[in-house]
């Protein structure tokens, strides 16, 4: 078999992996201190001396909440096939109080075989739970309702969850509720009569560690030696990968990309861009391929905000970096309109504007915070005469009239006479 076949059933497996949330979080819930552990204990106690609960998940986006509650969930589905019931709402879709009864009893109904009427009322569907609840706590059947996006029910009167609560208050309901959020004073929100029926459990969901980062590259990028491919290239591919892995440069690209995206799910995002960005024709992956993922990730504001600006616009900016070249610091519109003339007495091209349309481009660029006043003081002034200064560095505005299409030849030969 050819390397590039190889490489692509590699790069197969690697994105499959990607896509795998259990995969993903399995290695990170082996440690007793894991939110996978502490969850699962938790739901598990109150399956097995059939009591009710309640407990919140809370952390960024992307940090791992859903998925390791959905694994939690497939485990204990496993472990109790006939004694748990789960009931997944999620707040964009069911925060309206008449909505989130019908979507229960519905999924109750599929769940024991019974017959759905779309047609019952709010009190209906309300009393109905109430007695699902009772005749499962008698069976010694669990219910597991998993509110996604938990502080969007929250908000309004809150029966949903008065009812829900007040109804594992009861002996006989056997009941677990599991809140996601992305707020971290979700119980806050809370009303005291809902509040007062909560059980304040938290399981704070924090960005992985350097160990955990370390333990998830490995773990997610690393080929299985007892697979469908060639175990020569499965040993060569893991060798250049842990040399990948073990290199300073990677780390410092890892660590910079970690300051700004921190989430577990950033990082798979990072990754999934590194692998599509492996050649095939090598085999493996490289340092390049990481450093081509970070630079389409990280987003440069100023140089996005160049692209965006007016032919004058960009001469105004090229004005000024000349000016401040000449270690000329203090500036104003005034010191940049002579600097415009020079230039253009030098290059002469047609395009040549008025000062009231330049003082308009100039008022533009302050607004766009690509130059800005030195100093709070001296607002009775006019602003052709209050001191500004450029906010956008040599390399960005480089790199800026680069990529800016219908940039004039005249302005990068200017850019790059500083």
Do not use: W
Not at 76 to 98: A, C, F, K, Q
Not at 116 to 144: P, W, Y
Not at 193 to 213: C, I
Not at 229 to 257: P, T, V
């Amino acid at each position: 078999m050819g390397i590039e076949n190889l490489a692509e059933k590699a790069q197969i497996l690697i994105r499959s992996r990607l896509c795998n949330p259990n995969f993903i979080f399995k290695p990170l819930s082996d440690s007793p201190d894991s939110n996978y552990s502490k969850l699962k204990f938790i739901i598990s106690s109150s399956i097995m001396e059939a009591c009710n609960n309640s407990i919140l998940l809370l952390g960024p986006r992307g940090s791992g909440k859903v998925a390791v509650l959905e694994l939690v969930l497939s485990d204990l589905l496993e472990e109790y096939p006939d004694t748990i019931t789960v009931i997944r709402l999620n707040g964009l879709l069911h925060s309206e109080d008449n909505c989130a009864f019908k979507e229960i009893a519905r999924q109750l109904c599929m769940e024991h075989h019974l017959l759905f009427s779309k047609m019952a009322s709010f009190d209906d569907n309300s009393q109905f739970m109430i007695a699902m609840l009772r005749e499962c706590g008698l069976a010694h059947k669990t219910v597991i309702f998993s509110l996604d996006e938990f502080d969007l029910f929250a908000q309004g009167k809150q029966r949903l969850l008065y009812s829900l609560l007040d109804a594992m208050q009861s002996v006989t309901s056997q009941a677990v509720v599991v809140g996601v959020s992305c707020r971290l004073d979700a119980d806050q929100l809370l009303e005291k009569r809902v509040r007062s029926r909560f059980s304040h459990r938290k399981l704070l969901f924090l960005p992985p560690s350097k160990e955990d980062v370390q333990r998830l590259l490995e773990h997610i990028l690393s080929l299985p030696m007892d697979s469908s491919l060639a175990h020569d290239y499965a040993a060569e591919f893991n060798e250049k990968l842990q040399s990948i892995l073990a290199d300073e440069r990677f780390k410092e690209i890892i660590s910079n990309y970690l300051n700004s995206y921190s989430t577990t799910n950033h990082l798979l995002r990072f990754l999934f861009i590194a692998i599509s960005n492996m050649e095939l024709k090598s085999g493996f992956l490289s340092l390049e391929n990481f450093k081509a993922a970070l630079s389409s990730i990280q987003r440069q504001p100023k140089q996005e905000c160049i692209k965006d600006c007016s032919i004058l616009e960009l001469y105004i900016l090229v004005c000024m970096k000349r000016l401040e070249i000449r270690e000329q610091n203090s500036y104003n519109f005034s010191s940049v309109m002579k600097e415009y003339k020079s230039i253009h007495d030098s290059f002469p091209t047609s395009d040549y504007y008025a000062q009231n349309v330049c003082l308009r481009a100039f008022e533009h660029l302050l607004q766009r915070q690509l130059i800005c006043f030195t100093d709070n003081r001296g607002h009775s002034q006019s602003i052709e005469f209050r001191q500004v200064k450029l906010v956008v560095s040599y390399a960005e505005l480089q790199e800026g009239l680069k990529s800016y299409r219908s940039c004039p030849v005249s302005y990068s030969q200017n850019s790059t006479c500083f």
